[in-house]
Each structure stands twice: as structure tokens, then as C-alpha cells.
């Protein structure tokens, strides 16, 4: 069996629905990038995600849900003195901001029987973090982390990483840009949005986000850009792929997440780069044409 593999954070979302009511959902950027990789995946695919869960009522519905959606959670550890992570979504028109109440969510937690974790990374063809599941542990953990995937990931499999540069969950702009790129240097594959990298690298272009990458190591960079061409950096050699536009857009929230899903799914399938950027523009489209962060699976297997 082949197993991708996806460490990180799942929150509760809130989000309006009438006048003083509230829909509740689960979702969080790599929780989000296994959904549609699952989407994508046979059977023949083991798809597991590694976070802290507390034991209240709330983390049992919510590891409900994710393992329901064909999720494995089994090497998460329980940390029973703490509750899952919270946001909710407020809508101003077409405007929409967030309220997080993550701080002390036990996912911080983790690394918390880490050698669980290296078990299950050794048995994993792909194995995916973000720079938010790096900005939610302490720093002793974060290294132990970064050093854990670096001694335990398989020489022929896959380390992922999305730089996913959220600037208010990172208390030290050096120290964030410090550990993205430790962790780009461990990796094989790094997917940034060149919308952050611009900001927080000062990158001129997509071409100099992907170069700066590669310096690092990185022998697949798949450059992100909104409506705008999908730029990848593959074993040296450039390739720029147009997005088709679609109508009925009305929520990017989870675009990339759906991306990168897209994206891992196609890629463990066929290792056509060119094919699963094709397959990751076209989840993203879709996942733009919903409300929230999920598409439900009966919408998106084609
Ligand atoms: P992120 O959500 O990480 O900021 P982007 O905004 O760059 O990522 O979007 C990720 C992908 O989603 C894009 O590469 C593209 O394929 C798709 N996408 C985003 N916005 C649109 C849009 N308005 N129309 C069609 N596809 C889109």
C-alpha cells in the first residue's frame, strides 16, 4: 500500500450562515491538501495526516470527520489537556476576514511521541508540512521536526513543502524566513504562492522565488500565481503553464490547498509534472467555484 502523508493543523471553522447563526466545519491547510488528494486517490492509496488531538468532545467529532473522509489519523497523538484549534470566518459583503483562536490547540502538540511519527514517515511515498504546521510548534520542536523528516524520509520518496507564509503566526520575521528555508532545503518539492514570497523575500518575479529554491535544494518548484500562469522549476529547466479561466468564481479560500492536493495526487500517480499541474489547476478551479475550504468528493471526482 502507498501512503501520502500530511502533517499539521485542523481547526473548527465557524462561518455565517443566517442572522446569528453559525455553520461548523473542520479544515486547515494540509488537512485541506489531504482532502483532495483523497478526492483523487484509489483505494490502493493509504492517506494519513499526523497532528494533536485533545480527547473532548469536539476533537472526537473532529477526528470523526477527518477519518470518515478516508483520513487516517492513527499515529496523531492525544494530548488530553488541550482542545482543538478555532476561526471563524466574517463576512462584510463580499469581504471576508478571520478570528483565530489557535494558541493553545493541542495540534502544537505533535511532536509529542515523535517516534510514531519517523515510523510513519519511513513508510511514506510522500510526505507533505507547510510553513504554518513549522510556525504552530516551539522552537526545540520545530528543529526536532525539520531534523526528523530530514534522517527519516526514504531516499526514493517525496518531502513536500508550502511555504504558506502567514506573517501573525510567526513572532520573529528573520526567525520565519530562516526556518521556510531550512525546510525548502530538506525538501524535494516546494509549492510557495509567489503573492507571499514577494512580500516576505522581496522577489522580483516568479522565476526569481523559483531560483531562490533551487539554490536551496529544491529540485521541484511549482511557482503559484493566482489567475495568473503556473510557473515550474523542474530538474533545471523552466515551463510556464496558463490557467484556464473559469466563471462562477466565489470563494479562493483552500485555492492552493486544492492545488497542492491536485497537485500530489496525479504526480504519485503518473510522475508527469506537466500532467498533475493540469490536475492541480483544475481542482483549484473547481475548489474556487464553492463556499469554504472543502469541495464535497461527489463534486469533484470527474
Ligand atoms: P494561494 O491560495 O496559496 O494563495 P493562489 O491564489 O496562487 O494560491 O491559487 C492557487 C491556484 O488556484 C492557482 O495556481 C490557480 O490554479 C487556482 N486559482 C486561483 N484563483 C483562481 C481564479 N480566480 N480562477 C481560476 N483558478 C484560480
Redo the contacts with the bound molecule.
Sequence with gaps: MSTILGIGECMVELSPRNEGQLDKSFAGDVFNTLWYARAALGSEWNVAFHSGFGNDAMSIKMKEFIENAGISCASSPIISDRVPGLYMIHLDGAERSFSYWRDTSAARKLMQDAETLWAKVRESDLVFLSGITLAILSDTDCERLLNGLRDNTRPNAKLAF?P?IRPRLWNDMDRMRTVISKAASISNIVMP????EQVWFGDATPEDTAKRYQALGATQIIV????DA?LVLHDGEFSLHP????SG?VD?T??????NGGYFAELLQTDDVAQAIKS??SC??T??CFNGALVPFERLTS
Design positions: 508550502d504558506n504562492s509567489f503573492e507571499d503559484k500565481n493566482g489567475e503556473t490557467v484556464t479561466p473559469v468564481v479562493t483552500a485555492a492552493g490547498d486544492s492545488f492541480a489547476q483549484a478551479g475548489c474556487v
